[in-house]
């Protein structure tokens, strides 16, 4: 690998790459062996660093954290007044809240994701934890709770976000088994599998 | 002198034939759909390796995908080198084993038979295309005909009928997705597989043979499907999947019983063009979760999942 090319594919991590750098290493990337190792560990490691490698699970409190973290200035902006200073503790609560209600969610319902075999055995669909009560844990949120009459701004209704987490999960869960389809019956070849956030054995 | 006129009688009769069937079709453009017939028997029959890029949004997926054939059997292999970096074989894939997306793809042969095929579901047209990974290539539109599926802007190998590049539109030809080679050789020598922890192979769903991913307790089945689409394989009938092509898009429904009740909802989410809609609802007084995942629009995901029925 030449140092042309390890300059251009740092930048492309650091995400300081310019298009020209970008197709240069793309490029490159078929024919080099040591780039491609190379940018498959860097990659590794840096989707291990952002959660994304480890597990949905640790995806879902980075992303909820960062959205919860996006309506402070919100919550903070309509409190107003000289009860201000006295809300955002509550505000700092709620989101600790709603991150908590989260991994709760997630965990509970990745428990039954990442068992393997279970999705084979016939007596095992009845016994494996529905998601009826995770949405009547959400259901019941905290978060609302702790700020009495006022509201969060930029939540949704309980059910539609715990359902919108349900349909983020189910993807997570279904996408391989749609791809083995998808990669026989449309015009893309094993492209499909490439939309798989994580593949499986 | 008479007979050679006699002789041309039945050339006319086929020509005349071939263009009442393609007049039968409207809006089909014949250039266009030669290259979507060359391009599907390409995709199986080249050997060929390359890297390839998928943009969701800002997000950027890169592969390295390789395709040989031997004598009677293809071998693909895709190697993630971003995010997780698992790989995916699939191995000695007979050439004659035809998938159902693939024969609906090879809309001449449909048009031969006197039916419209793809060419009624979309409107097809060639259209002016840049170079893809330094290629010489031709540029299809590939235009709905309804709002139950995707659009895409297609470029096509002059030379090999390979797919370089796809770009998925979605509602007034919004890019949802672009997958594009950056580069392509065509040549039966691959390149040597890095090491990957994650090495998965493919399965081979077949209309054959019949399948279950998960059983459910009840046999179910979908009464409503968009025009065109048809099942992939064979799903038993307590299967929990169902998984349905067009030829050009592909979706699975999902059906889960649930042990305790639930409250009625819908969640949807999507990246780039796939859609996951998840739906609770009772089925006859049973509770269930009903997912449709796939590179449809939502409202094809909603009103498929609608339709979800017990068979008694």
Known sequence: MSEKLRESLSALMDGEADELELQRVLASIDGDRNLRRAWSRYNAARAVMTGHAIGALELDISEKVSDAIRQQPLAEATAGGPGQRLLRPLASFAIAASVAVVVVLGGRQLAVVNSPGTLAEPVSVAARPSPVGVLNSLGATPVRASYGTQSLPGLQPATRSAYDELARQRMSRYMQQHAEHASLNSPQGLIPFARVTELRE | ?312
């Open chain 2, 1 to 312: 002198m008479f007979s050679r006129h006699l002789a041309i009688i039945p050339l006319l009769c086929a020509a005349l034939l071939a263009s009442s069937k393609l007049l039968a079709c409207p809006g089909a453009d014949r250039e266009a759909l030669q290259w979507l017939d060359r391009m599907s028997h390409s995709l199986r029959k080249l050997s060929y390796h390359g890297v390839v890029t998928l943009r969701q949004g800002e997000e950027l997926e890169v592969m390295q995908v390789w395709h040989s054939v031997d004598g009677s059997a293809s071998s693909g292999h895709l190697a993630r080198l971003t995010g997780q970096g698992g790989q995916v074989s699939r191995d000695d894939h007979p050439l004659e084993c035809v998938h159902p997306g693939q024969q609906l793809l090879r809309v001449g042969e449909a048009m031969r038979d006197g039916e419209c095929g793809l060419a009624e579901l979309y409107r097809f047209s060639v259209i002016e295309s840049r170079p893809v990974a330094g290629r010489d290539t031709v540029g299809i539109l590939v235009e709905p005909r309804d709002m139950y599926r995707f659009g895409y802007r297609l470029a096509i190998d002059r030379e090999t009928g390979l797919l370089l590049q796809s770009e998925t539109l979605g509602n007034r030809d919004k890019p949802l997705e672009n997958l594009a080679f950056t580069r392509v050789v065509y040549e039966a020598e691959q390149p040597h597989a890095g090491d990957a922890h994650v090495l998965h192979l493919a399965a081979h769903p077949h209309p054959r043979d019949v399948s279950v991913d998960f059983p459910v307790q009840r046999p179910w089945t979908v009464t409503w499907l968009p025009r065109g689409f048809t099942l992939t394989d064979a799903p038993a009938r307590k299967s929990g999947r169902r998984s349905y092509t067009d030829g050009l898009a592909v979706f699975s429904v999902f059906l889960e019983d649930l042990d305790r009740d639930i409250r009625p909802g819908e969640g949807v989410v999507r990246r780039g063009s796939t859609t996951s809609y998840t739906r609770g609802r009772r089925l006859s007084e049973r509770p269930v979760l009903i997912t449709v995942v796939g590179e449809v629009p939502v409202n094809t995901a909603r009103m498929v999942a609608d339709t979800v029925r017990w068979v008694q």
